[in-house]
């Protein structure tokens, strides 16, 4: 009997998957033996799921299955629980689709390996007949190895599915996204359109996380669409904090905590639920990236886990390193910017990133003014290579107000030279357009 030749991970995936999904479970049961199993204690697991479906026609649950270890033998218990542990600490299998098609493919594989031993021997006995018919037979059965979805729709009951989907596929047609400034949107043509990477300018501790942030909120709340927000200085935890703070409209300073009253988090509950899927925060922040590591990371989840990124925020470029050796920071700004547009460009996905400004003037937080592409830290030419660019823009007095001005200087060749006052509320991790003022003077 062959043996899987996934590792332990991918088999326990295909349990936990046994155990949620009605379809999967019972196509499995057809084609898989506990044999198959490269451990002991994870064929035993697959054994209790398909003597609990046999038994009932149902799917085994958490309780049952650990109910199961009562009958394992003492020594043995240890090594099982530990198992069962692993299984149910999955949950949901993110990568479903790339486990079903992997599985399938080996059940087809298996299928034919066994047709052919026997198809050869009735061969070499001079029973071609008969060899032959096995291969047909083996055809058939693997044409019928299928552990995709059945098409079958509950008509009535199903109305708000229909819609939703039909909402989120018009959301998906969409050429551009929006930008949150809705003028700058019609001064650009929509907004972020493929292959467009856009960039913000700040000082620092002046909100650029924050406008990434509010950028891959809007993208998944409006349009459905898979963002990918990459970090190359900070920790996950914190950004995934912020974003929750974002979705669910709750005090950061709470959220952080995990002090989430419960209506509140049923409701982000509801929200996560129909938005699964649509949001990754990779951290890469070993201070010595470059675009291959980036483009291995895009790959791997559009292999292993079908996710295919749409908006791409990279927070932030400045410390991206260049593919090759560089003789100085500029060289290597430059370089990884290059990198950056020349991803975009080839996948067409929409961009997000920042630059960071030169070092402020000392009456520069106190006295109001904006950041002009001239602002640009290190290296100008990063300015030239993206399509669209602007900055963030605050004195102290205006940080504790809740403020911030917003000035778009370009995109591509056409300027824009406008700024916009928005609420910046990082209570709540919320960024929203207020009014439009006059253009700002450069001289800052």
């Given at each position: 009997?062959?043996?899987?030749?996934?590792?332990?991970?991918?088999?326990?995936?295909?349990?936990?998957?046994?155990?949620?999904?009605?379809?999967?479970?019972?196509?499995?049961?057809?084609?898989?033996?506990?044999?198959?199993?490269?451990?002991?204690?994870?064929?035993?697991?697959?054994?209790?799921?398909?003597?609990?479906?046999?038994?009932?026609?149902?799917?085994?649950?958490?309780v049952p299955l650990r109910d199961a270890l009562r009958y394992v033998q003492d020594d043995k218990l240890a090594y099982y629980s530990a198992e069962v542990e692993q299984v149910i600490l999955l949950g949901a299998v993110p990568s479903a689709n790339y486990v079903k098609d992997k599985l399938g493919d080996f059940c087809k594989?298996?299928?034919?390996?066994i047709a052919h031993r026997e198809s050869a021997g009735l061969f070499n006995e001079g029973k071609s007949d008969a060899a032959y018919d096995v291969m047909a037979k083996a055809q058939d059965r693997i044409r019928e190895v299928d552990f995709g979805e059945i098409d079958?729709?509950?008509?009535?009951?199903?109305?708000?599915?229909?819609?939703?989907?039909?909402?989120?596929?018009?959301m998906k047609s969409y050429r551009a996204i929006s930008t949150g400034i809705p003028e700058l949107n019609a001064l650009t043509d929509g907004g972020v359109q493929d292959g467009e990477v856009w960039s913000v300018l700040s000082y620092a501790k002046r909100c650029k996380t924050t406008w990434?942030?509010?950028?891959?909120?809007?993208?998944?709340?409006?349009?459905?669409?898979?963002?990918?927000?990459?970090?190359?200085e900070g920790r996950g935890d914190q950004i995934s904090a912020r974003y929750d703070s974002?979705?669910?409209?709750?005090?950061?300073?709470?959220?952080?905590?995990?002090?989430i009253d419960p209506q509140s988090y049923r409701a982000m509950q509801e929200e996560y639920t129909r938005l699964r899927g649509l949001l990754v925060v990779r951290t890469m922040n070993d201070w010595d990236v470059n675009i291959l590591q980036i483009k291995a990371e895009i790959e791997e989840l559009r292999s292993a886990y079908r996710f295919e990124p749409?908006?791409?925020?990279?927070?932030?470029?400045?410390?991206?390193?260049?593919?090759?050796?560089?003789?100085?920071?500029?060289?290597?700004q430059v370089a990884g910017c290059r990198d950056l547009k020349r991803l975009v460009n080839q996948t067409g996905m929409k961009c997000w990133t920042a630059f960071q400004a030169q070092r402020p003037k000392p009456n520069a937080h106190t006295k109001q003014h904006v950041l002009t592409s001239g602002n640009v830290a290190d290296a100008?030419?990063?300015?030239?290579?993206?399509?669209?660019?602007?900055?963030?823009?605050?004195?102290?007095?205006?940080?504790?107000?809740?403020?911030?001005?917003?000035?778009?200087?370009?995109?591509?060749?056409?300027?824009?030279?406008?700024?916009?006052?928005?609420?910046n509320d990082l209570s709540r991790m919320k960024m929203v357009t207020n009014v439009i003022m006059d253009a700002p003077d450069k001289n800052g």
């Open positions: 009997m062959p043996l899987f030749p996934f590792d332990t991970s991918f088999q326990r995936s295909i349990l936990r998957l046994m155990m949620t999904d009605d379809l999967f479970c019972m196509r499995t049961l057809q084609h898989v033996e506990a044999g198959f199993f490269s451990h002991e204690a994870l064929g035993w697991i697959f054994k209790v799921i398909e003597r609990y479906w046999r038994d009932y026609q149902m799917l085994c649950g958490d594989r298996n299928l034919f390996s079958r729709q509950w008509f009535f009951e199903e109305l708000g599915e229909r819609q939703r989907k039909r909402l989120t596929d018009q990434l942030i509010n950028q891959g909120f809007g993208a998944v709340r409006m349009y459905a669409i898979p963002v990918l927000h990459i970090i190359l974002c979705f669910s409209d709750n005090l950061y300073s709470k959220v952080k905590l995990g002090n749409v908006l791409l925020i990279i927070d932030y470029v400045d410390l991206l390193r260049s593919r090759y050796r560089a003789n100085s920071e500029t060289e290597h100008y030419a990063k300015v030239r290579i993206v399509d669209a660019y602007g900055s963030l823009n605050a004195t102290d007095d205006e940080m504790k107000a809740g403020e911030m001005r917003v000035f778009w200087e370009g995109h591509r060749d056409a300027p824009v030279n406008k700024t916009w006052l928005i609420s």
